[in-house]
């Protein structure tokens, strides 16, 4: 019998529950061939089924108190359930990582268990990166000017798993990922695929295989009125396909209406000369896109939508993501196929819209997304929901941001599924060891004997490398730790190109009360630039720098007319070592500017018709460099406890990871319509007694760096 563990225990559950098999069973189970079948390089059944555990190391409660005033009545941190969540028994879910990992840990996991607590995942509605040529670059606003942050490698590796051998990588990918949507889906759900004529067909095919043929309700035509590349030949394509399949026979389904527009004619007259009587109850009056006396009627809703528009660049929800989709597109897939407090889910969640549109009809979410400005642009675009319910009093949940706990790295780097597996951990070493020495290479270090989780030594200091593929994490550094303890090494390295949110600075300050020097490094994309290693040209770029300053007032008075003590924050100053295309101006033509970024500062390089280069400095403060920044006026009030299943006894425990949450009590950041930020915090009251504040800036990279200032009130 061809079925995997998951597989065989799925329809124990269904058979348990005298519920139908489903459809692939039949193939599965019996020799029966199918009809049709989609067919591609490296097919298999086989899905991930690794758990990792869940980290939550930011929460947001409420949104920040808008004045003074308001700040000092908010209760301290001591019971957070009280301090302002609206709706308690649930936290919303923003996970930063891998959608695989995160779907095979949310289905094979504990937090299942939370999940069907809740009545499980009614919604799913994904836009995943359906397009070839697309990229996971970002403008980002500077001043006047407009900078285009290059992918990360993690971006990029996601990017070549999805497109690196053409339509076959992108249908394993979605294959695998649909796979775990569907058995993470309740029995009354249903999924909404959004993609174009790229990739129309091959989603259709694997929808019909993973969820069956019966499941399809509709192929939804999203016809926009911008947009559009004119074509030398054929038709001017003007509109994506939304794939709507369901669980079962019976999904949840609410009908709807939408407006269908009446040509503009001129008023009807009869042969005498008489005007005709119009009914005006059925046709409304419309002003949109400056079309002003438009009409338009109340259908039932069809599965051509030609009434919503695209985001245009001066939208009010615009958050520059060019694949951002509008409100009103999630707002009726969420109204037709979900109900208040049902739980919708959106894996790639690019800006937040889907997570913004279901909080606003009060429904529960659970995003995710790869990239960290996607989280950061989310986190932001949340809180601004927050605040607005909060003004308007209506409900509003709290939300974590979470990562994924203890990575095993043979699940990310890519080996030959067809080789027994002594074979595979010889490929996985091989590539290890490939990569560890291009970056040894780059940072002039020297390669030294295995010894423990050490590659090479530079200049006295030891030096880790962290994966490629997946960020350092506390565990990975806790190994750092630990061996330079047993070595007696007081001095070491940790180079990688992405780090854990959250992790610093408590794992170095750690480190340093053990008598551990440690240095952060990001090593930069330029290492598989061939060019610029040749000329020595790539620079490793130390983690950011924050320094805050906390200005406590003493409580005065007595009895009731006793005033409490209180504390501000003030960010005092920010620096960043970031360098990205170092070569922008040997590459320039005449007569064309770049903007780039060089040991920490943004540029604008510029060169005339005549080859003569200047160079404009855009970054002119350490502000610039901020995007947001957020207080938790009292750090170490709540651990961080992940929740482990012991796989031999399948019982679950709790365990205290050694962090803390952030709890985010107060923040400012830039919005595209207002690019101001504020320096100072509102003044918040505080018990007396020693307390850690803790102060998180993220950058308009989208990395966060942490300062922890300890106080006495």
């Not at 295989?209 to 054929?234: A, D, H, L, M, R």
């Not at 992790?503 to 060019?531: C, S």
């Not at 620096?575 to 590459?587: E, G, I, K, L, R």
Request: net charge neutral; glycine share 6%; with cysteine.
């Amino acid at each position: 019998m061809n079925l995997t563990p998951n597989e065989k225990r799925d329809a124990i559950k269904s058979i348990e529950s005298g519920k139908p098999l489903p459809d692939k069973y039949r193939f599965l189970l019996f020799d029966d061939k199918r009809e049709v079948e989609l067919v591609w390089n490296g097919k298999s059944n086989e899905v991930c089924n690794v758990v990792l555990p869940f980290q939550v190391i930011e929460q947001v409660d409420e949104p920040r108190a808008e004045k003074p005033e308001d700040a000092a009545l908010q209760q301290d941190m001591f019971d957070t359930d009280a301090r302002g969540r609206q709706l308690t028994g649930w936290s919303n879910k923003l996970i930063w990582g891998d959608n695989k990992l995160i779907l095979s840990s949310l289905k094979n996991g504990p937090l299942r268990e939370e999940i069907e607590a809740q009545g499980g995942i009614k919604l799913i509605y994904i836009d995943p990166p359906f397009d070839v040529g697309a990229d996971f670059s970002m403008d980002i606003a500077i001043g006047d000017d407009t900078f285009t942050k290059k992918p990360n490698v993690l971006e990029e590796l996601a990017y070549r798993d999805t497109w690196g051998k053409g339509a076959d990588s992108f249908i394993a990918m979605i294959h695998e990922r649909l796979v775990l949507m569907r058995d993470l889906l309740a029995e009354d759900g249903s999924i909404y695929v959004h993609c174009d004529w790229r990739v129309n067909s091959y989603i259709r095919l694997v929808m019909d295989e993973v969820f069956g043929k019966n499941c399809f309700v509709n192929q939804i035509e999203w016809s926009y009125k911008t947009g559009g590349i004119p074509e030398i030949v054929g038709f001017l394509k003007k509109h994506d396909h939304i794939l709507f399949y369901s669980q079962s026979e019976s999904p949840i389904f609410n009908q709807l209406r939408q407006k269908s527009y009446v040509p503009t004619l001129p008023e009807p007259h009869t042969n005498s000369g008489k005007r005709l009587r119009v009914k005006r109850d059925t046709v409304c009056e419309l002003c949109e896109n400056g079309n002003p006396g438009q009409k338009y009627r109340m259908v039932i809703a069809r599965d051509i939508w030609d009434d919503i528009s695209s985001i245009f660049r001066n939208d009010s929800q615009a958050t520059g993501y060019a694949t951002q989709k509008p409100e009103a597109l999630l707002e009726r897939i969420i109204k037709a196929s979900s109900n208040e407090n049902d739980i919708v889910a959106d894996f790639f969640c690019g800006s937040g819209t889907t997570a913004a549109v279901a909080e606003k009809l009060g429904r529960k979410w659970i995003v995710s997304d790869l990239g960290k400005f996607a989280i950061h642009t989310t986190r932001k675009r949340m809180i601004g929901v927050q605040r607005q319910r909060k003004e308007a009093k209506q409900d509003y949940r709290a939300f974590e941001i979470l990562n994924l706990g203890k990575y095993e790295r043979q699940h990310y780097i890519g080996v030959n599924p067809g080789l027994r597996p002594e074979q595979q951990q010889q490929q996985i070493a091989a590539k290890s060891r490939e990569y560890q020495a291009l970056i040894l290479k780059a940072y002039a270090a020297q390669p030294v004997a295995q010894s423990g989780v050490f590659h090479g030594k530079k200049a006295g200091r030891m030096v880790a490398i962290g994966p490629i593929n997946l960020p350092v994490t506390r565990l990975f550094v806790e190994e750092i730790i630990l061996e330079c303890r047993k070595q007696r090494i007081t001095r070491a390295d940790i180079l990688a190109f992405e780090f854990e949110m959250g992790l610093f600075p408590q794992i170095m300050d750690e480190a340093k009360n053990k008598g551990i020097n440690l240095a952060m490094k990001y090593i930069p994309a330029e290492v598989f630039d061939k060019r610029a290693m040749e000329r020595e040209q790539v620079v490793f770029h130390d983690v950011s720098f924050v320094e805050v300053k906390a200005h406590v007032v003493k409580g005065k008075g007595k009895g009731k007319s006793k005033m409490p003590a209180t504390v501000t924050v003030e960010l005092t100053d920010f620096s960043v070592h970031y360098s990205q295309d170092p070569n922008a101006a040997a590459t320039l033509k005449n007569g064309k500017h770049k903007v780039v970024v060089e040991q920490g500062q943004i540029l604008r390089i510029s060169k005339d018709k005549t080859g003569n280069i200047s160079r404009e400095v855009l970054t002119r403060e350490w502000t610039d460099w901020i995007d947001y920044w957020a207080v938790d006026f009292d750090f170490e009030n709540k651990r961080e406890i992940i929740r482990v299943r012991d796989e031999e006894s399948g019982e679950t425990e709790e365990r205290w990871s050694g962090d803390y949450i952030f709890e985010n009590e107060w923040q400012s950041f830039r919005t595209k319509k207002d690019r101001s930020l504020e320096l100072k915090s509102a003044t918040h009251e505080c018990s007396p007694g020693r307390r850690k504040i803790a102060v998180k800036v993220v950058d308009i990279f989208g990395n966060d760096t942490m300062k922890i200032v300890e106080v006495t009130v």
